[in-house]
């Protein structure tokens, strides 16, 4: 990938990325996101990683983000305070760490002095006839319990998400809140 | 050609962009969408590497860390959609009844 095209994603993503935790708006964060997994999508394809870069985009994109979206309507979430209010002390020694965590990463990672070297691969590299003959041959067993993993996760989400015969909405009374205390009671979750 | 030194650093930077929305705030589903900016920026790192040692192994661990990815969207907007049904907030301040 050319460096200009690199630079220019990657601050994409950056910006993305940041956007993804600082808005207020749920559907704002959600679609931030989304430009996040697109952009690696792309990267993912300049590093010659085509099939897992289209994989990332349907799967990801085309999947777990509308799944996202569908919670978030169903749930009907408003806005929330976004990253102010409370526990700024957290907050703020959160921001530190984080910091040094990246500074620490990137130092490692940018001094490495063998990720410096470019080499040059095959031409069927990341195709899908290479990626399948790694993952059916080698990676058999570990390929078939991803299905019983997502069988499991189908069966939890199920269990979890669904409303008992005669339960009522409300089990617990929500925590004394001076606003919400005197907000009618939202529109049941279907 | 960029160097693989330089996906490595957008990945370490993506990470620790994820570590501080997990820990400023407060929406669970913000929270849960920084995890899964971690677990790219991850999977960036994942197939930067393969490319750099020309295996094909960066790549299927990738495909493997979606598909958990995946299970965990599921299982884990589940339990905020019973969260929300219980307790009608979002906000993980408000879950402290195992507080002391």
Same mark, same amino acid.
Do not use: K, W
């Given at each position: 990938?050319? @460096?200009p095209l690199f630079a220019f994603l990657a601050a994409l993503a950056i910006i993305a990325a940041f956007g993804t935790i600082l @808005?207020?708006?749920?559907?704002?964060?959600?679609l931030g996101f989304a430009l996040v997994l697109i952009d690696l999508g792309v990267l993912y394809m300049g590093l010659g990683a085509v099939t897992v870069g289209f994989l990332q985009i349907i799967v990801y994109v085309g999947a777990i983000m509308v799944l996202f979206l569908f919670v978030i309507w169903? !749930? +009907?979430v408003q806005a929330d305070a976004g990253v102010r209010g409370g526990g700024l002390g957290l907050k703020l020694l959160g921001a530190i760490g984080a910091a040094a965590l990246a500074a620490e990463l990137f130092t490692i990672f940018f001094n490495a002095p063998k990720l410096r070297e470019v080499r040059t691969i095959a031409p069927d590299f990341g195709s899908v006839a290479t990626l399948a003959r790694v993952l059916f041959s080698q990676y058999l067993v570990a390929f078939e319990t991803t299905s019983l993993l997502l069988l499991a996760a189908i069966v939890g989400a199920i269990a979890l998400a669904r409303r008992l015969v005669g339960q009522t909405a409300r089990i617990a009374p929500p925590a004394p809140r001076s606003a919400a205390a005197e907000t009618p009671p939202r529109r049941e979750v279907a | 050609?960029?160097?693989?030194? %330089? %996906?490595?650093?957008?990945?370490?930077? !993506?990470?620790?962009? #994820?570590?501080? #929305?997990v820990l400023v705030r407060r929406n669970v589903i913000v929270?849960? !969408?920084a995890i899964e900016l971690m !677990? +790219?920026?991850? +999977?960036l790192a994942f197939v930067a590497l393969g490319r750099r040692i020309g295996s094909m192994d960066g790549q299927v661990i990738v495909f493997f860390v979606m598909t958990v990815a995946a299970a965990e969207a599921a299982v884990g907007l589940a339990i905020i959609i019973a969260m929300f049904r219980n307790?009608?907030?979002?906000?993980a301040d408000e879950l402290n009844l195992l507080r002391w």
């Open positions: 990938m050319p @460096q @808005q207020r708006n749920l559907i704002h964060c959600v169903l !749930l +009907n | 050609m960029t160097p693989i030194s %330089y %996906y490595m650093a957008l990945s370490a930077i !993506l990470f620790a962009i #994820g570590v501080v #929305g929270m849960f !969408l !677990l +790219n920026a991850v +999977n307790r009608e907030t979002v906000d």
